[in-house]
T-cell receptor, first 113, second 112 residues
Framework: ELKVEQNPLFLSMQEGKNYTIYCNYSTTSDRLYWYRQDPGKSLESLFVLLSNGAVKQEGRLMASLDTKARLSTLHITAAVHDLSATYFCAVEGRGSTLGRLYFGRGTQLTVWP | DSGVTQTPKHLITATGQRVTLRCSPRSGDLSVYWYQQSLDQGLQFLIHYYNGEERAKGNILERFSAQQFPDLHSELNLSSLELGDSALYFC???????????FGQGTRLTVV
């Protein structure tokens, strides 16, 4: 079964600093997603990455995908408090599991002044 | 707002009881997915329906069942509830049988 590993699981960073969250997955996939979740709330779609070398940016967040290494990164630039949330990487299955998302455990990000 | 509607938002019930969670997908979406989120298991896929038919099952307990109706809304039925079933249950929908899924607000189930 497809496995997704995220690290770190907990990240505490000062405002203004940069950091990267890593997402490794075990088998080939055609689509990778990043979601944001605030405590007790829904999952908000941030990025959809479809091809090797894909890079997408939205504000202070930038996501990239290396399908050969089965690695995606979520880079945070000049963090602000509003970015505090849990970030999930999810990989879509193929074949009989097409459509199914396999989630990492999430990275709980806390940004402090 | 993702456009996916789940009801109820909160549910408190006793062990051994049965509950039904409801999901209305975004307009035009044919797929509905159910996920369970708990502290120990994280986000786990339960089941996927596409245009009224079951497409895939995950680690869904035999006590749980689901269906998708002709109007494309879906219901997740949980029976003989146990304390360990307490979790946040999410419904998501997508246009096709794959691709980007949009999540509802979830139903927080507490079994006491």
């Amino acid at each position: 079964e497809l496995k997704v590993e995220q690290n770190p699981l907990f990240l505490s960073m000062q405002e203004g600093k940069n950091y990267t969250i890593y997402c490794n997955y075990s088998t080939t996939s055609d689509r990778l997603y990043w979601y944001r979740q605030d405590p007790g709330k829904s999952l908000e779609s941030l990025f959809v990455l479809l091809s090797n070398g894909a890079v997408k940016q939205e504000g202070r967040l930038m996501a990239s995908l290396d399908t050969k290494a089965r690695l995606s990164t979520l880079h945070i630039t000049a963090a602000v408090h509003d970015l505090s949330a849990t970030y999930f990487c999810a990989v879509e299955g193929r074949g009989s599991t097409l459509g199914r998302l396999y989630f990492g455990r999430g990275t709980q990000l806390t940004v402090w002044p | 707002d993702s456009g996916v509607t789940q009801t109820p938002k909160h549910l408190i019930t006793a062990t051994g009881q049965r509950v039904t969670l409801r999901c209305s997908p975004r307009s035009g979406d044919l797929s509905v997915y159910w996920y369970q989120q708990s502290l120990d298991q994280g986000l786990q896929f339960l089941i996927h329906y596409y245009n009224g038919e079951e497409r895939a099952k995950g680690n869904i307990l035999e006590r749980f069942s689901a269906q998708q109706f002709p109007d494309l809304h879906s219901e997740l039925n949980l029976s003989s509830l146990e304390l360990g079933d307490s979790a946040l249950y999410f419904c998501a929908s997508s246009v096709d049988a794959y691709g980007e899924a949009f999540f509802g607000q979830g139903t927080r189930l507490t079994v006491v």
